[in-house]
């Protein structure tokens, strides 16, 4: 320090004060005549393509290398990369680029592990672009609310139509079995439904959906709660093989899903499956469950897969460049659009404080998903109920489609999810 | 009554995968006086192994090639990690063997990769039917590969100079080892063995299946299996892994009837029966009783 003299060491306080203030420090400053607190800094993003420009942090808690979703997590996050690039490309969101590769995290599926990185990755992030996993993402949400930390899931939860540091998309997986039976029901008229799901948000959302559904339907209901694990299926199997339901709701990862419908089948059992989009992977068609997967499985998703033709499908294809089709990549791309509305209205607003993200965030009446969703879907401002996305497409398992399945229905509203009011999360209701 | 049938032999099917997979963890314990937690790791490398060759060669081929392939790894294992602790307390070197566990699935887990894998057996999940009985083909070949490996093992142990040399180390180190037996021998072969073992219990557990990560649990099931069959005993291992396996298939079949108990409940019937053995018999049922002096 003697070496430097005074001013040196005047001027090595002065910036690493400026750091202190920009990275994690909670004192507001300003940057020109936008306010930032949190993850905004004025110095360029690691690799910027404009160096003029500043950062804006986004965070992402994902499920990257040993937990069950991992087939998906990991091009979610890739398109992530890809979208927020392409943002950058295009010239960012006012004076910032967006970098969302510094702070990635994974969490194993386990919401202790999500719980713990997130608290790591806080203080340098002004909100998260992904946060995979309802339960894990539970294990977040009071301080996300209580820090004012907008965040993405990465997961279709109708507990997250009433939060609002949650910018969700498209339908919840309630919505989305809802529209499985309007669809069932008009194809094959089954008089009862069993829903096989896992436990917590994930599946009891989508079994509650369900069983709203079939009441209003008059088809008999019942739900078996199964485990994660291709070996743990035996009591479910056994299950729809004694009450011979018409239809089953499979709610689980795609090798459980894939070990009661192999087995169900190979052992007799005659109904359909419907799978929320979660249950499905390419990979299934190589495994001994694929003939049964291809004669009595479909699929419910929340949106349109890899091949459509959609401008924001196109963007998605174009940014990846030579990957393997998987609509992992599709959901990591449509679930990013919405915290690229919410930063560019908090630019717009001269505000980019999390409070001021937050505010822009609930401000929204409309988010431009390119195509991928309908025109008026990401309407945060219009609160839970009327807010709610209730598009869902029906696929099949189809070995000549390039994500392994191929469309039966595009994207609909069934008269049960259109009719229902959204007025508490569905998983109450199971 | 076709049910119970076809639930004993789902049992026998699934217990088979069991028993194998245990006859591993008692051949080391009776050569090592240690209880390897490294077996599911084995596992998965072996059928991971399986589903890599079985794109180059016929299936036949690769599960023979992985067991051999896991044999060597679990050998060379023992080497490094296992051996220069001989003369520790067993409790440490037990303890090592969950670090192996831990470290060779990362590196397993790396080479399943994102998309679950398939070992691309030939019976997949088709049924034999004789007089109204349907029972899966993969059941089926389960239990004979079994009870061909056990015979082996059998035959082994009792008629060859090393099968020899392997019982007499079991029954005590210090006089085998004044008798000329190569102790370090048996602690490898004893090793090499159990791998080859989990290798085909790994390739039977993802017939009609697939292969991810979480496929290693399975071997969990072993150690109730262990503990019910008795630590150091071969024909408990095959006995009690058969056990489970219908005990499991059974309360899966007819938990509807107690439906108070979950959905699930056969998931946790081997702890169960663990948990009572080790109450009531805590040397199992064909297993060593330890007589302590006082």
């Known amino acids: 320090m003697n070496k430097m003299g005074p001013l040196g060491a005047a001027a090595l306080l002065l910036v690493s004060g400026a750091l202190a203030a920009c990275r994690g420090g909670e004192s507001e400053t300003s940057e020109g005549e936008i306010k930032t607190d949190v993850g905004v800094t004025a110095e360029p993003c690691p690799g910027a393509t404009d160096q003029s420009k500043g950062c804006i942090y986004l965070g992402i808690i994902s499920d990257l290398t040993e937990g069950p979703f991992r087939a998906l997590a990991v091009p979610i996050t890739d398109a992530q990369k890809a979208f927020w690039k392409r943002v950058n490309e295009d010239g960012g969101i006012g004076g910032y680029e967006v970098d969302v590769t510094k702070y990635v995290r994974d969490n194993k599926y386990n919401p202790q592990t999500h719980n713990q990185v997130y608290q790591e990755i806080k203080p340098n992030v002004l909100g998260l672009a992904q946060t995979l996993g309802s339960p894990t993402t539970a294990a977040i949400i009071n301080d996300l609310k209580s820090n004012s930390v907008v965040a993405a899931p990465a997961s279709w939860t109708s507990a997250w139509a009433f939060e609002d540091v949650i910018i969700e998309s498209g339908a919840n997986y309630c919505v989305e079995s809802m529209n499985a039976l309007d669809y069932a029901k008009e194809v094959y008229n089954p008089k009862s439904v069993m829903a096989v799901h896992l436990a917590g948000d994930y599946g009891e959302d989508a079994a509650a959906g369900a069983k709203l559904a079939a009441q209003s339907l008059g088809m008999t209901f019942s739900a078996v709660k199964t485990d994660s694990g291709a070996d743990k299926q035996a009591g479910a199997i056994q299950a729809i093989l004694t009450a011979k339901p018409d239809l089953v709701i499979v709610t689980t990862g795609p090798a459980d899903a894939a070990a009661i419908i192999g087995q169900t089948v190979a052992r007799g059992y005659a109904g359909r499956f419907i799978g929320t989009s979660p249950t499905w992977n390419p990979a299934l068609l190589q495994s001994a469950a694929a003939p049964a997967l291809l004669a009595r499985y479909e699929q419910s998703a929340p949106w349109n897969a890899w091949a459509t033709d959609s401008a924001g499908h196109k963007a998605m294809r174009e940014a990846l460049g030579s990957v393997t089709p998987n609509d992992g990549y599709t959901s990591g791309w449509v679930w990013s659009y919405s915290m690229k509305a919410a930063l560019s209205k908090a630019v717009e607003n001269g505000d980019l404080t999390r409070a001021g993200l937050l505010a822009a965030a609930k401000s929204l009446t409309s988010v431009d998903y390119e195509g991928m969703l309908p025109s008026g879907a990401g309407n945060y401002a219009a609160g839970p109920n009327e807010g709610a996305v209730r598009v869902t497409a029906i696929y099949k398992a189809d070995r000549a489609a390039a994500t392994g399945v191929g469309q039966v229905r595009d994207l609909f509203t069934g008269p049960t999810a259109k009719a229902y009011t959204l007025d508490g999360p569905c998983y109450e209701k199971l | ?294």
């Open chain 2, 1 to 294: 009554m076709a049910e119970l049938i076809e639930a004993v032999l789902r049992g026998l099917g699934t217990g088979s995968v069991y028993a194998l997979l245990a006859l591993g963890f008692v051949i080391i314990y009776k050569a090592t006086r240690v209880i390897s937690f490294a077996q599911p790791a084995f596992m998965l490398a072996g059928v991971t192994m399986v589903t890599y060759l079985v794109l180059e060669v016929s299936f036949w081929v690769a599960v023979p090639v992985a067991a051999l392939l896991t044999g060597l790894l679990a050998l060379g294992v023992e080497r490094l990690a296992v051996r220069p602790m001989v003369g520790r307390p067993a409790f440490v070197v037990a303890i090592i063997t969950l670090g192996v566990d831990v470290a060779v699935r990362v590196v397993v887990n790396a080479f399943i990769g994102l998309d679950v894998r398939n070992v691309l057996d030939p019976w997949g999940l088709r049924t034999v039917g004789i007089g109204g009985i349907d029972m899966q083909q993969r059941h089926l070949a389960a239990f004979l590969t079994t009870a061909a490996l056990v015979a082996a093992l059998f035959a082994f142990f009792r008629f060859t100079r090393m099968g020899l040399a392997m019982r007499a180390a079991a029954y005590d180190q210090e006089a085998a080892l004044a008798q000329g037996v190569s102790v370090g021998t048996v602690f490898a072969l004893s090793w090499g063995l159990a791998g080859a073992l989990a290798a085909v219990a790994g390739t039977f557990a993802a017939a009609g299946s697939s292969v991810d990560a979480a496929l290693w649990l399975i071997a969990l099931t072993a150690l109730p299996v262990i503990i019910l069959g008795g630590l150091d005993s071969l024909p408990g291992a095959v006995v009690g892994g058969l056990a489970i396996g219908v005990l499991q298939e059974l309360t899966a079949t007819y938990q509807n009837h107690a439906p108070w108990l979950g959905g699930n409940v056969s998931v946790i019937t081997p702890y169960v029966v663990m948990l009572l053995v080790l109450l009531v018999r805590p040397y199992g049922l064909f297993g060593t009783r330890e007589v302590e002096r006082v």
